[in-house]
């Protein structure tokens, strides 16, 4: 028992944490028999043992756990490179199973086809073998036929041998018969040619009697007529030889005027067509003026749209640029093709090459200049050239080439202008018509690019 009472003694078998209380307010606290602590803490101690065992234990489960989750784990690893293993090995034998199949389905699609061959050959021979049959049988039956017409011909012949040379005999006598027939036909008509000949030739003779006997009559009339003439004539006064010299002069005289005039005449045309020329060059430049203008607009708009497709479209490589800067130059160089076709010749070569025709006009001496002469000048240097032209071949004929030839020079010119005008239209249209590389396809195979 303990001696709760003892405060001196104490218990000294206890320790102190089971001894009594001391101070008077420790007192009210719960007290705890000795022998009671020791059965608690017997008990604690047995129940601390216990649960350093199950520690110990549920450390070894825990182990054995992660063991069997590992073994677990492999296991399933294991099962399931099993399991995709034999899917796998299924799947095979299954395609393997479906070629199979498709294998055995087109052999006996092929089976069925040589089988449907096989018939419709089978048919096919035999359709040909009975044609075939009937074609030999046929043929058989024409041998046949021949055979027994060529004996028929063996018999008969010697009958058609000699109707044959009876025929052959006629033939002879026909022949000369119609020999006959057209000697006398042609003898016939060399006599009829005969005697158109001979009436053609009588009447001939009639016609020229007739113009013999005209002949005359007319010949006695003429001389007739001639005396009469000769009779008034010796009645009329014979003019002297100055008289005639004076009227052959004025008629020289009026025939110098006339030539002086057609002169003029030819002199005014020469200007009025050095004129038309310079209009017509004048008129030439302004077209090609135009042409050049044409051309450098048309490059300066090919240039824009360029530049717009650029600037709508750009280029992405280096082989669009080049594209573009040789599609560029392409149509720089167009430009300027056309301008060099279109070159204009200088004013003064064209007037150089009228001025050199001008010395077609022989009856114009070289030292007048149409454009300078006064008209005392002008009448003293014609009169000298028409009357030096005169003596050498007539002053009719003089007068009548000049104005002949520069009428022909006019005509010259005319066609010479005219020529040049549609070589350099002809030459424009050519230009134009030259095929160059469409631009609408370069540029899209560069944006492309």
């Known amino acids: 028992m303990v001696d709760l009472q003892g405060k001196e003694k104490g218990n ?32 604690i101690s047995d129940i601390e043992n216990r649960i350093n065992r199950l520690k110990d234990r549920n450390d070894e489960l825990s182990e054995e756990i992660e063991t069997t989750d590992d073994l677990i784990f492999a296991a399933d690893t294991e099962t399931a490179d099993e399991i995709a293993n034999l899917t796998k090995l299924v799947k095979s034998q299954n395609n393997r199973i479906e070629t199979l199949k498709n294998q055995i389905n087109t052999l006996e699609n092929n089976r069925i086809q040589d089988k449907e061959t096989h018939e419709n050959n089978v048919e096919l021979f035999k359709h040909k073998y009975l044609e075939k049959k009937v074609e030999l049988v046929s043929q058989i039956k024409v041998l046949n036929a021949k055979i027994n017409v060529l004996e028929e011909f063996k018999k008969r012949q010697s009958a058609l041998e000699e109707k044959l040379e009876a025929n ?3 033939m002879i006598e ?29 009447s001939n003779i009639k016609r020229n009697i007739v113009t013999t006997k005209i002949h005359n009559s007319v010949l006695k ?16 006064n014979i003019p002297d030889s100055e008289t005639e010299n004076k009227q052959r002069l004025a008629i020289e005289n009026a025939k110098t005027e006339e030539c002086i005039t057609r002169l003029r005449l030819s002199k005014m045309q020469t200007l009025l067509h050095k004129e038309n020329t310079k209009i017509g060059i004048a008129k030439y430049l302004d077209r090609r003026v135009e042409c050049k203008i044409k051309a450098i607009v048309e490059a300066l708009y090919d240039v824009k749209y360029i530049v717009s497709c650029l600037l709508k479209h750009p280029p992405t490589t280096e082989s669009s640029y080049v594209k573009l800067l040789l599609l560029l130059r392409h149509r720089i160089s167009k430009g300027q093709s056309k301008l060099r076709c279109s070159t204009v010749k200088s004013v003064e070569s064209v007037l150089r090459e009228t001025e050199c025709r001008a010395q077609d006009l022989k009856e114009i001496p ?3 200049d149409l454009e300078t002469l006064s008209e005392s000048e002008d009448t003293k240097l014609s009169c000298r050239a028409i009357l030096d032209e005169r003596k050498s071949s007539g002053g009719e004929e003089g007068a009548i080439e000049i104005s002949v030839k520069s009428s022909t020079f006019d005509n010259e010119l005319n066609e010479i202008f005219e020529d040049s005008m549609l ?4 030459e424009h249209e050519f230009v ?7 631009d609408e396809e370069l540029l899209n195979e560069a944006n492309e690019e």
């Open 423 to 426: 070589f350099d239209i002809e």
């Open 168 to 170: 052959k005999q006629r």
């Open 366 to 368: 070289d030292d007048i």
């Open 174 to 202: 026909y022949e000369k018969e119609v020999k006959e027939i057209l000697e006398n036909i042609r003898r016939k008509n060399t006599t009829v040619g005969h005697e158109k000949n001979i009436s053609e030739q009588c």
């Open 12 to 43: 000294i078998s206890l320790p102190l944490e089971l001894q009594s209380y001391e101070n008077e307010q420790e007192r009210n606290k719960p007290i705890i028999i000795n022998m009671q602590k020791a059965f608690y803490n017997v008990k």
């Open 221 to 236: 009339k003429l001389q007739n007529k001639y005396n009469e003439m000769k009779e008034r004539l010796s009645i009329m």
């Open 432 to 438: 134009k018509e030259v095929e160059y590389v469409d």
